[in-house]
Every structure is written in structure tokens, then in C-alpha cells.
């Protein structure tokens, strides 16, 4: 049982390149985010989505763009990498559990995170 | 504006003694908590939680308690244990109101226990 798993772990970019950052569970969870972690801050949220076909917006999704075509798999978009987009980034997962009553008071399950530089 | 505040960049505590971390938050429809753990070059692990309905909850060596009227929270470890060197997060989530369950999460400790 894998968890989340991100790729690629490190990556470094130049200014105006593009790539996808991957995230794929195997929880079978509905909910989904990521989040980026700059030194010294919290980790704030740029996209979440709340089960396949569904993405919104978090507090920083500028320069970003994600899908959800399946329950597994939430990529992340950077189309023109700017220097300003390096950080560490993480996704994150949480479950429905499944009982008569559900809560989603439940913990969040991260990935090991992806460190992008921007040069 | 910050919605989550740990105001202690840094703690520095001796092996044994008790680890007292704190964070506030200012919004009023927060009702779940939680506190996580981050190594370095690691994701985030869930440590402890605590539902709004409750003051304190407790796992091993780990005491999450909540002052509701104050909006303030804080973990305590007891003993503290070199390996609980790493970066604590607290986290809250308003499971209400069309939040979607997202976490807010404070700019996170550092914890350093000292041998």
C-alpha cells in the first residue's frame, strides 16, 4: 500500500519551461490537494478537488493548472515557470469514511514532496 | 491575513522534559485541529487531532488541548525524545459552510530536543 505518491522528487527548471508534477493515490480517497511549502512559511493551498471532474481554487493557484480525470491520479500543471514558483510541493489526501454518519473530521495523508528550483 | 498563527518559529527543550507548543487561530468556524510532524526532505505526518466539541485529547506521550474562548491551542509532549526534533504544524479545517474540508495550516515550530 503506496499511499501517495509524488514524481518527479527534485526537479529543476528554466524560466519559462513547462511540467506536471504527478500525485497518485491508492487510498481511494476522495479529496485531493496542493499545497506548496516556500522556507520559513506554512504550506498554502493551490488547488484542491473534491472527487473526479471536480478542481477548485485554493489561496495561490496563479500560474498553475490541475485535472482530476480519475480518482487516482491529481496532476499539476506549471505552464511558464517563473522564479517565483520554486518551492516544495506537496499533495495531500483525505478519506470519506464509510459509515452511516460520515465526518470528514479525519487527518490528511501527504506525499513525500517535490522540490522545484526555477532558474 | 494569517487564519492560523504559531508565533514560535523555534523551540529548544532538554530530553525528558515537556515540549509545549502553541497556536492560535482567528476564525470562528474552525472546529477540527490537528498538529503535524515534518522531517526534513519528508511529507508531513499526521500526529494528533481534536475535535471542536472537545478540550483535550491524548495519545501516548502526545496531549492536544483546546480553549475554545480563546481560539488557542497547544501540544505537549511529555517526555520530550531527540527524535521529536522536526517541524510541528498546526492545522484547521471547518468541515461546514462549503469549506470543503481544506486545511489551513500555521507557519509550523521547529523543535529541537536536546540530548
Known amino acids: 500500500n503506496a499511499g501517495v505518491t509524488q514524481t518527479p522528487k527534485f526537479r529543476i527548471l528554466k524560466i519559462g519551461q513547462s511540467m506536471t508534477l504527478q500525485c497518485t493515490q491508492d487510498?481511494?480517497?476522495?479529496?485531493m490537494y496542493w499545497y506548496r511549502q516556500d522556507p520559513g512559511m506554512g504550506l498554502k493551498l493551490i488547488y484542491y478537488s473534491v472527487g473526479a471532474g471536480i478542481t477548485d481554487k485554493g489561496e495561490v493557484p496563479n500560474g498553475y493548472n490541475v485535472s482530476r480525470s480519475t480518482t487516482e491520479d491529481f496532476p499539476l500543471r506549471l505552464e511558464l515557470a517563473a522564479p517565483s514558483q520554486t518551492s516544495v510541493y506537496f499533495c495531500?489526501?483525505?478519506?470519506?469514511?464509510?459509515?452511516?454518519?460520515?465526518?470528514?473530521?479525519?487527518?490528511?495523508?501527504f506525499g513525500q514532496g517535490t522540490r522545484l528550483t526555477v532558474v | 491575513d494569517q487564519q492560523v498563527k504559531q508565533n514560535s518559529p523555534s523551540l529548544s527543550v532538554q530530553e525528558g522534559r515537556i515540549s509545549i507548543l502553541n497556536c492560535d487561530y482567528t476564525?470562528?468556524?474552525?472546529?477540527?485541529f490537528l498538529w503535524y510532524k515534518k522531517y526534513p526532505a519528508e511529507g508531513p505526518t499526521f500526529l494528533i487531532s481534536?475535535?471542536?466539541?472537545?478540550d483535550k485529547n491524548e495519545d501516548g506521550r502526545f496531549t492536544v488541548f483546546l480553549n475554545k474562548s480563546a481560539k488557542h491551542l497547544s501540544l505537549h509532549i511529555v517526555p520530550s525524545q531527540p527524535g521529536d526534533s522536526a517541524v510541528y504544524f498546526c492545522?484547521?479545517?471547518?468541515?461546514?459552510?462549503?469549506?470543503?474540508?481544506?486545511?489551513?495550516f500555521g507557519k509550523g515550530t521547529l523543535l529541537t530536543v536536546n540530548p
Open positions: 476564525n470562528s468556524m474552525f472546529d477540527y
Open positions: 487510498m481511494n480517497h476522495n479529496y
Open positions: 492545522a484547521a479545517s471547518a468541515n461546514s459552510g462549503g469549506s470543503n474540508y481544506k486545511l489551513t
Open positions: 481534536i475535535s471542536s466539541i472537545k
Open positions: 495531500a489526501t483525505k478519506g470519506r469514511p464509510d459509515r452511516p454518519t460520515y465526518s470528514m473530521n479525519t487527518e490528511a495523508f
